[in-house]
Nanobody
């Protein structure tokens, strides 16, 4: 079983910033598409951002210009820098490693709460 270890969630005021981190095993990190998803109460899990092994990125429209996904191959870690946070960004954020339907893995989730 592949283990993805997330960190960096917490409580932040509107307009603030947080950075999420997700560490993955080195043998998969280099070839998998790494992504961040989120799930708010009563809503479906949605893609926030993803980055391929070739550093091609993709973002949900709702976070474009505010969030940045990046990967550090030397540390086998993917980051999500979240700026200008809004209350509607409140959710549990999940790290995902995707290679194929049978090789798709999730982290345990980290809570992000944006509130004054």
């Amino acid at each position: 079983q592949v283990q993805l270890v997330e960190s960096g969630g917490g409580l932040v005021q509107p307009g603030g910033s947080l950075r999420l981190s997700c560490a993955a095993p080195g043998d998969i990190f280099s070839i998998y598409v790494m992504g961040w998803y989120r799930q708010a109460p009563g809503k479906q899990r949605e893609l926030v951002a993803s980055v391929t092994s070739g550093d091609k990125t993709n973002y949900a429209d709702s976070v474009k210009g505010r969030f940045t996904i990046s990967r550090d191959n030397a540390k086998s870690t993917v980051y999500l820098q979240m700026n200008s946070l809004k209350p509607e960004d409140t959710a549990v954020y999940y790290c995902n490693a995707d290679y194929s339907p049978s090789r798709n893995y999730w982290g345990q989730g980290t809570q992000v709460t944006v509130s004054s």
